[in-house]
Structure formats: C-alpha cells, structure tokens
C-alpha cells in the first residue's frame, strides 16, 4: 500500500488506475460534468476515518488468526428512497440478533459488518436489457441510473454520485447515533430473538441454544461479569468498491501516517468481475490501507488467488485482506480445498470468509430470480467443514439481507415457495434474505457450530 508525504495529494497519487482497464464502469455521457462531480467529491469531508479503518484491520486481524468471526450483511443493492432511521434500524436489529447467537455458538468475538451506507452499485452480467423489443441500458444502482424502465432514466447521470455520498452520510449518521444510543446491550438483543423464537415453527429446535444464552447470562450477571465487547456495539459499514470515479475522489492521507484511506467506507471489496490482476480496482485497492476483501468465485484458481495476495497484501499483514468465497453449494467443496490449502502453505494470513448467495441464484417459474433456503445453508455447513477438515479456520458469512419481510427467497422456517414471490419482491437487483430466514440461517449455523446436528 502506498504512503506520502501530507502535502502530496491522495486523489493525484492513487489515479494510477487511470489508464488500466476498468470493468463495470459506466459510460458517462457528459465527461465535463462527472470532471465537475469527482472534483467536488475530492473536497468533501471524509465519511469514515482512518483510526476506525485501523480498528476493523485490528478486527479482522483476530478472524484470520482463529480468534474471531465475521458477520458481514444487508442489501444487494442500497436506493435511496430507502435511506430512512426505519430502514437502518431494523438491519442493524437483524445483524445484532444474529451476532448474539453466533457469538454464544462459537465461544468467540463476532465482529459486525455491513453492506450499508454506500452500496448503491452493482455489477451486471450484461450491459443491456431488452423488453417489449425496447433495449436500453441495464440498472447498474442508484449512484449510476435509474430503476424505471424508460430511456431517460437509464442514463448514467455522475450527479448521483453525489447523492450517494449524501445518502451514505446520512446513513452512516444514523449508525452511529443508533449504535452510540446503547439500545443493543446483549440482554436486549436476546429479547429480540426469544420473540422471534416464540412465532418460529422451529421454535422447538432453536430452543436449546436461546436456554444456552439464557444460562450464559444468568452467569455474567451473578458473577458481576459486563459482555464489554457486544454491549458497545462496534459496527462498521462497507460496500463494493465498484465506481473508480467515487472511491479516489474519496481518498484521503493521514498526516500522522503518511497512509492512505477509501474514505467511502470502512472495509471496501472488489467484486468478481472486477479483480483483474492487471486492472484499474486492483491497482487502485492496491495502494490504500483499508482493510479489502476480494470476491472468489469457482473459476479463481490458487496460481490468482497467491497473486492478488501479493498485488493486494505483499506485506502479509493479518486482517488487510479477506477471501470471500461465492463457490455455489455444488461446487465449494470441490474448489474450496485446494484455494485453502495453497494459500494456507504459501504463508498468508487471509481471512475466509463464506458468500453462500451469488452462487446459488436460480429463476423461478414466475421469471424472479430467487435463491432456495437450503442451498445458501448447505454453502454454509459445506465452507465449515472443509475448514474443520484441513484445520483451518472458517472465518464467517457475507449475507444479503433484509430486516423486512420481504419474500424474495424461498424456504426458511416459514417455509415460503415460489407463489409468495409476489407479495412483497422489493429487491432492485438480487433476492435477499428477510429477517425470518436471516435469523434461521443464525440458529442452524449455531447448531452446528456449537456441536449439534443442524438442518
């Protein structure tokens, strides 16, 4: 990672991507006004600073050691008509239940992500779409174009870019003052999830682990013992490091450092089809001190996953650089020992941790694109037998989700199929787990985790 003097400016020094191939990047109509976009976003205030940035590497750190797990969640895709205290407030509700029963589960810290205040872009799999014998551009998210399905709104318009630094602050201010507040203290968090425990029809099977966390508390509170480390509520945000043209205007110095920081989030990630070796985002990740996550998909090879090591992590620091595997429940256990294997043996202390989403999306009948319950668990159970095999450590999960109803993905314990697709499909692009299903994905990876015989 690069570092500087302070008075050398940071947009200037990480512009080295300029000139490599960008994937994914959208095709600006105007250049004069994204130039007029990216210099006012050069001016703006920081939306995270370095000694937080510095604190999740320290985190992390501790998962690619073995002393931690990684709880990493929320929307495919952000929009801003959904930037609300509502909207925040039950995703953070849904990551902190599921943070308390992984943490009993597990015996160890749990360290809270989100996919929050700032993942409003997303990759696509084609650069057009066509309806009715119309074709336009496809949706890229709402810091490119428009949803509706008209030509106006399908342009990429650099203005909102600097909506989406607006609605990245406005969500981050709501984090922080939600997690400052102290309305998640472990005890209150359990009483949450003996709610939803008591309307689960899995209420039986999730009963042995909530009477564990029950035991564990009665403990701490006879003892006089305080669970510090959840009750302060450490949360930190992070999104797809995908638009160039957002994240090194973002980038800042630290004078007493000399590094330098994304600005955009805490923890950036650069996304399958963007993590071109010889490309613009590995460059451009290459040269700032976040901690960075790459996504892995079944084609990565050990021979590339040991080259974005040393392109992205050539100091070998624990907690710089996160594996995320998105291997399809077909697939991981094929692929996922031999990545392991050699970059375990080459010296690296990444952190693995599972995506059981991107690889197991299907079409229903009905045209939705949705995921089966079964599948993103059985990734799951999968990822951590293989690491429980080979004796290394599975570092966490990479979810999408909803703290809303939503019915986007089928199975859970409410058991939804392909006919409830239609009552509440709110997604702009990828289903999402509801608060129901996430909470269900929490328990049964609990079970397992604490020896039981899951689902």
């Known amino acids: 990672m690069e570092t500087l003097k302070p008075e050398t400016p940071a947009f200037e020094l990480v512009n080295t991507w300029a000139g490599l191939p960008a994937a994914q990047q959208p095709a600006y109509p105007d250049p004069a006004a994204l130039h007029r976009v990216t210099r006012e976003l050069a001016t703006a205030p920081p939306l995270v600073f370095s000694g937080e940035c510095d604190r999740l590497k320290d985190r992390l750190a501790a998962v ?71 074709t336009l551009p496809t949706y890229r998210g709402d810091a490119v174009n428009g949803l509706a399905f008209t030509s106006e709104a399908r342009v990429p318009d650099p203005e909102r870019l600097l909506r989406m630094y607006q609605a990245s602050s406005n969500t981050l201010n709501l984090v922080r003052a939600f997690t400052a507040g102290g309305y998640a203290a472990l005890s209150q968090v359990h009483e949450w999830n003996r709610d939803f425990i008591a309307g689960s029809p899995l209420r039986e099977q999730y009963g042995a682990i909530a009477d564990g966390i029950d035991r564990a508390l009665k403990f701490m509170h006879a003892t006089g013992a305080s669970p510090r480390a959840f009750d302060d509520s450490e949360f930190y945000v992070s999104h797809e490091g995908l638009l160039l043209d957002y994240e090194a205007p973002l980038t800042r110095h630290d004078p007493d450092t000399g590094r330098v920081y994304a600005t955009s989030g805490h923890m950036l990630w650069i996304g399958e089809r963007t993590r071109d070796l010889d490309g613009a985002h590995v460059e451009y990740f290459s040269r700032v001190a976040n901690p960075i996550g790459v996504k892995l998909g079944p084609t990565t090879t050990p021979d590339t996953a040991l080259r974005l090591i040393d392109r992205l992590d050539p100091d070998r620091e624990p907690g710089r650089l996160t594996f995320v595997v998105r291997l399809g429940v077909g697939r991981v256990r094929e692929v996922l ?119």
């Open 64 to 134: 690619a050691r073995g002393e931690a797990l990684l709880l990493q969640g929320g929307d495919c895709a952000e929009t801003f008509d959904r930037v609300s205290a509502e909207t925040v407030h039950s995703k953070l509700n849904t990551l902190m239940q599921m943070s308390a029963v992984l943490t009993y589960a597990a015996a160890m810290p749990v360290v809270k992500v989100g996919r929050i205040a700032g993942q409003y872009a997303k990759p696509r799999s084609q650069p057009t779409e066509t309806r009715d014998g119309l």
């Open 337 to 455: 020992p031999e990545l392991v294997e050699k970059v375990t043996a080459s010296g690296a202390r990444v952190a693995w941790v599972c995506d059981p989403m991107h690889g197991n999306t299907v079409g229903a009948p009905s045209g939705h694109k949705t995921r089966h319950f079964d599948d993103i668990l059985g990734e799951v159970r999968a990822f951590f037998e293989v690491h429980g095999a080979l004796g290394t450590h599975a570092g966490g999960i990479h979810v999408e989700l909803t703290g809303d109803d939503v019915t986007e993905c089928v199975g859970g314990g409410h058991d939804l199929g392909f006919p409830d697709l239609f009552a509440r499909y709110e997604s702009a692009c990828d289903p999402r787990l509801n608060r129901s299903q996430s909470l269900d994905l929490a328990f049964l990876v609990a079970e397992f985790l604490h020896g039981g015989e899951g689902a």
